[in-house]
């Protein structure tokens, strides 16, 4: 099996520069150009499946990219961004010290309160890819975020803690996986942003 993740596109919040976990915010001008261009970019491939997380950024992507109608994507409360709590629309370099340290080096400083923690994120991720494997999909496109994209990538990595957070996934950057037998694999990373 063939898991295909990406980032949604670009939106008001992510060109301002604002934390942006569970706004409900859609893509805006030149989110859905990326959107398009790297539906482009992939070619005529098509999903036996897309899901997405519930937020409207992330399902508009994932119709787009995965060449289906909105409704036609499966939402899954599983794949929804990181929980800022009070941070949530605050500017990136105005958090204070500890939610900057905490995204900065999340092995090191812990979440502040009221934002979700690392060990959510790699639950939620690892509960919901491990009931894709069941699946009996060739390949699969799933939308998300830039919080939760780092679980999902740590798990099909099998990475140490269960978590990938550097590099950044880009807007509309894809990311395919194979899933086969209980192991994964990077395959490659597909990039319509630059």
Request: hydrophobic share 40%.
């Given at each position: ?78 794949l929804i961004e990181a929980d800022f709590g009070r941070y949530e629309q605050?500017?990136?370099?105005l958090m204070g010290p500890a939610m900057t340290l905490y995204w900065a ?56 803690g269960g978590i990938v957070w550097r590099p950044k996934a880009h807007n ?23």
């Amino acid at each position: 099996m063939k898991i295909w993740i990406t980032r949604h596109g670009q939106t008001r919040l992510n060109k301002a520069r604002l934390m942006q976990g569970l706004t409900d915010e859609p893509l805006n001008e030149t989110g859905i150009a990326q959107a398009r261009k790297a539906r482009a970019m992939i070619g005529d491939i098509r999903f036996d499946a897309v899901y997405s997380s519930p937020l409207d950024r992330a399902v508009q992507t994932g119709a787009i990219i995965g060449g289906v109608s909105p409704d036609q994507v499966i939402r899954d409360e599983r794949l929804i961004e990181a929980d800022f709590g009070r941070y949530e629309q605050r500017k990136y370099y105005l958090m204070g010290p500890a939610m900057t340290l905490y995204w900065a080096l999340p092995e090191v400083f812990p979440a502040p309160d009221t934002v979700e923690t690392i060990a959510s994120l790699t639950e939620r991720s690892r509960s919901f890819l491990q009931e894709i494997e069941q699946m009996d999909y060739e390949n699969v496109l799933i939308s998300c975020h830039g919080g939760i994209i780092r679980a999902l990538t740590g798990y099909l990595t099998d990475a140490p803690g269960g978590i990938v957070w550097r590099p950044k996934a880009h807007n509309c950057e894809i990311r395919v996986f194979e899933s086969a037998g209980g192991k994964h694999r990077l395959l490659k990373k597909i990039r319509a942003e630059k």
